[in-house]
């Protein structure tokens, strides 16, 4: 530089341009500037020219030219080095105008080698045009995982889809290093296609075991991983190959053991020879999305990540894998789809919230700041949280009347009515309307008749139904035992009905026993499997005939559904509103309201105002934020309850540190739920004591001893002493650093964590609190993300004790927590027919957990609903909703 002197950070600043950097990458990439400038679509002297500008500009030689190549100087790969980043943001900010001007809303390019190209991309970029197709999907090969990274880090494709390398235990999470961020989206295991003798029983094998049998390698395999872990040395009769289905074809004709991932069997028929067992331990891959920190930010980029998260691999018959993939899809399904998603930043102050489950989920309480979570985290409580009392509001009498129509404000978008394909609770609240099950569930959660007047069981694994001659369809055909049959059959279908199936895996066989009878067998004993023959569980039944002449596609605009209650849907615009019409054809009595109309809406300002309009009768899910306004409105009331759902946290057990039961404690101390409640629920919750709610206990004890029963689990008291002793006696006394992912769509859970973060940093935990969207949330769940500290926010419809506890400490959990004696209760609790002693060994499960500190409950949430004054609910309950709830409504009296 002349003189030597330093020039102002600002005029270099001023002397670089996007495109000059865009030239600087082609260049290094192509490896001369003619190809560069091909590449660029230009002709070579403008190139040049470019070049010689920037050069000028800097004072310094950005290229170095010889007749047939061109380099970069080490100024010149400086700069291209930082160029795909500055791109990116400048991307970023163009596509937000774009956005704010109504232009186009861009593209998003996608790279991946080719077998994460048919499972992966190819349904995730189908799925994101349909929901943008205003955002252009580019798709390119790569030759592998790595070549796929590098083209994102090169700016050549916003999100790479790769798998990361296989792993057993302790993992670490995905990473945000290098100024890349890398999105875990699932993990298959692998699996051994074998014919060596097994015995007919084993769900899973010791690699170990087969080294002495020819194994098939290569690109196309994960053998050659597996081979790595366990020391084995190639032998003379292995086989290699570069192709996943070249593999199987190898090991299908007796040619050696191939080492696959459950995804590369999907839709293949294995001949009886061969055997695909799971592993043990098991061996994962995971998948990942992996971009530069500044493209995660460009709307389109944020989108498809999101869809991408969402995406679950199909389920193949591999028993070892398939039933916590069930449970995990069972989990998911009490959230909401992508109906809602769109080209907006994922702050929550600005992202229309989705459909989700409880008030807590819709509230829009800010993130907190530091100071604010300083706040909470030093808020004692002076007494014991209750759960917040309903104002005081004079409901009048019955007058009897007939209503017209009701307005029902819904918090979020549907694109689906059949609960099957959309299964978020608000899903379940809108198909109650006009489908029914077997069974029914009182405001007590007791079972009651619904298309069955009767049934009983008369062996532990036997239920018998008897349907109710009088029950027709609305387009006026009846109830037929075969249209049960086929609507339950498709309940358990995992394509057809991906939101269901996994609460039937337990169902063996689903007959017609009768003109009107049906019968259905268990696998093995479930004392709670009544419960999911009602609409809070998974029977929704319609008309075989309307589902055929459909082609299963119903629940849509066009094919609307067919159910046997009291209303019929005559309307559907997905992402607007879903109509209703009072129907003569139910068997039960008439109810009063004649038409209904839900409107979707997902902004809670806007839902506000049409309340304060006059033009809500019915509001779902409050939130706690605006609870004041809604409380002051005139012509309302709101209305809370209970609403069966839990929060909590959890430790993956498998990911270090927190294998150390000392870390696990230190951290449990550091919580103080009770201030939660108080201060950021503003009261409308309870501080939880177990992973089961007091509702969940009512068919046996009061609200009273329910409580009363579940405070005799072992608690870990908030004790910031306690806390710093147990992490002193730790295998990290010294502390340690860690993260944890909140929803979007959960506000409160964020401004939890934060608190919690101030009160650990006391500790000497370093914890950082990152908010996702709820589908990288959802997919974080899983024990191969590698997150040691998560939350845990679950919702149940059916009430029944077991159903969080099971998916929480039992077999396949996502804590990884495997101890014979909670398995050996929890298997008890199936067989066990009376309730009182169902929970009993319930809590004698959780006491055990407890001790060994793997859940840490939160709260137990609270919903609130508004309702117009004029309106009356008969028995409102948390159970309301999910049974014919507008045969409860009338018109109240002054």
């Given amino acids: 530089m002349d003189n030597g002197a330093e020039p102002e950070i600002d005029v270099l600043a001023r002397a670089i341009d996007v495109h000059s950097l865009r030239i600087l990458v082609a260049i290094e990439r192509h490896g001369s500037i003619s190809a560069a400038a091909r590449a660029l679509g230009y002709s070579q002297p403008t190139i040049t020219q470019h070049v010689q500008r920037l050069e000028d500009r800097l004072g310094a030689a950005v290229v170095a030219r010889t007749a047939r190549s061109a380099r970069l100087t080490p100024v010149g790969a400086l700069l291209a080095r930082h160029a795909p980043r500055i791109d990116a943001s400048l991307t970023a900010a163009a596509t937000e105008l774009a956005r704010a001007l109504g232009s186009r809303a861009g593209q998003v390019r996608l790279a991946a080698p080719p077998d994460a190209i048919g499972p992966v991309v190819a349904p995730a970029a189908a799925r994101l045009a ?237 993130v907190a700041t530091a100071a604010g979570a300083l706040a909470l985290a030093g808020c004692t409580p002076t007494s014991e949280s209750e759960p917040s009392a309903t104002p005081d509001v004079v409901i009048g009498e019955d007058t009897g009347e007939e209503i017209e129509s009701i307005t029902v404000a819904l918090p979020g978008s549907l694109s689906s009515l059949y609960v099957g394909q959309e299964s978020g609770i608000l899903n379940y609240y809108i198909a109650a309307v006009t489908q029914e099950g077997l069974l029914s569930i009182d405001a007590d959660g007791a079972l009651q008749p619904g298309l069955a007047e009767s049934w009983e069981q008369p062996d532990p694994v036997t239920y018998v139904f008897d349907l109710r001659d009088d029950a027709v369809f609305q387009d006026g055909t009846p109830v037929t035992a075969d249209d049960v049959v086929f609507s339950l059959e498709m309940a358990r279908d995992e394509t057809q009905s991906p939101g269901l199936a996994y609460y039937l895996t337990n169902v063996d066989t689903i007959e017609k026993s009768g003109d009107a009878q049906v019968t259905i067998r268990l696998l093995e004993p479930d004392a709670a499997f009544a419960a999911n023959m009602t609409s809070a569980g998974a029977a929704f039944i319609t008309s075989q005939a309307f589902w055929e002449e459909h082609g299963g596609d119903v629940g849509t605009s066009t094919s609307l559904l067919l159910g046997s209650g009291p209303y019929q849907v005559t309307e559907f615009v997905p992402d607007s509103h879903v109509a209703f019409e009072r129907v003569d054809t139910w068997w039960g009595e008439l109810p009063a309201v004649k038409s209904i109309r839900v409107d979707f809406i997902s902004d809670e300002s806007t839902r506000l105002l049409a309340a304060q309009s006059g033009d809500v009768d019915i509001a779902f899910n409050v939130p706690f934020a605006q609870a004041a306004q809604w409380e002051a409105l005139d012509d309302m009331r709101v209305t809370y309850v209970n609403d069966l759902s839990y929060v909590g946290l959890y430790f993956n057990i498998g990911v270090a540190p927190f294998d150390d039961p000392a870390v696990r404690q230190a951290i449990a101390h550091a919580v103080n739920r009770d201030a939660f409640v108080s201060t950021l629920l503003d009261g409308h919750g309870e501080a939880a004591t177990a992973i089961m709610t007091p509702e969940s206990l009512t068919s046996v004890h009061s609200p009273e001893d329910a409580r009363a029963l579940l405070a005799t689990i072992p608690q870990w008291e908030y004790d910031l002493e306690a806390a710093k002793a147990a992490l002193a006696e730790s295998s990290v006394p010294e502390g340690f650093t860690t993260e944890i992912l909140t929803p979007n769509t959960g506000p409160q859970l964020g401004t939890a964590a934060q608190a919690l973060a101030q009160d650990l940093a006391e500790v000497g935990i370093t914890l950082n609190v990152r908010e996702v969207p709820i589908e990288e949330w959802l997919a974080s769940l899983d024990p191969s993300a590698g997150y040691g500290l998560n939350y845990m926010w679950y919702f149940s419809t059916l009430g029944d004790p077991a159903e969080i506890p099971t998916y929480l400490i039992g077999a396949g959990n996502p804590a990884q927590y495997d101890n014979a004696e909670v398995l050996e209760l929890l298997s008890q609790v199936g067989a066990e027919t009376d309730p009182a002693a169902r929970i009993d060994l319930l809590v004698e499960a959780e006491t055990l957990q407890a001790e060994d500190a793997i859940n840490i409950p939160l709260w137990w949430g609270q919903s609130a609903t508004g309702f117009a004054n004029d309106l009356g609910v008969t028995d409102f309950s948390p159970f309301t909703f999910v049974s014919t709830w507008p045969t409860q409504l009338y018109r109240a009296g002054e």
Wanted: hydrophobic share 50%.
């Fill in 130 to 366: 349909a929901l943008l197709p205003h955002v252009d999907v580019l798709i390119r090969e790569a030759a592998d995982g790595e070549a796929a990274v590098e083209l994102v880090r090169s700016g050549a494709a916003d999100i790479a889809v790769a798998p990361s390398p296989l792993f057993g235990r302790g993992l670490a999470a995905a990473s945000r290093t290098g100024g890349m961020r890398s999105t875990f989206l699932f993990s298959e295991e692998v699996v051994a296609l074998t014919d060596a003798p097994l015995p007919p029983d084993a769900g899973r094998v010791a690699p170990e075991s087969l080294v002495e049998q020819p194994w098939i390698g290569g690109l196309g395999t994960c053998s050659d991983a597996v081979a790595a872990h366990v020391s084995r040395v190639a032998h003379a009769g292995d086989t290699a190959v570069s192709r996943t289905d070249a593999a199987i074809a190898l090991a299908s004709h007796g040619r050696g053991t191939a080492f696959v991932v459950e995804g590369a069997l999907t839709g293949l028929s294995l001949p009886g020879h061969l055997r695909a067992v799971g592993l043990t331990p098991p061996v994962r891959r995971r998948i990942v999305a992996t971009t530069l920190m500044e493209s995660a930010e460009i709307p389109a980029v944020a989108a498809a990540l999101r869809v991408l998260a969402a995406h679950q691999p199909s389920l193949v018959a591999v028993e070892a894998t398939l039933d916590a993939r069930r449970r995990s899809a069972g989990h998911r399904a009490r959230f909401a789809s992508l109906a809602g998603v769109g080209i907006v930043p994922t702050h929550p102050e600005e992202t229309p919230t989705m459909a989700l489950t409880s008030t807590g989920t819709l509230a829009r309480v800010a």
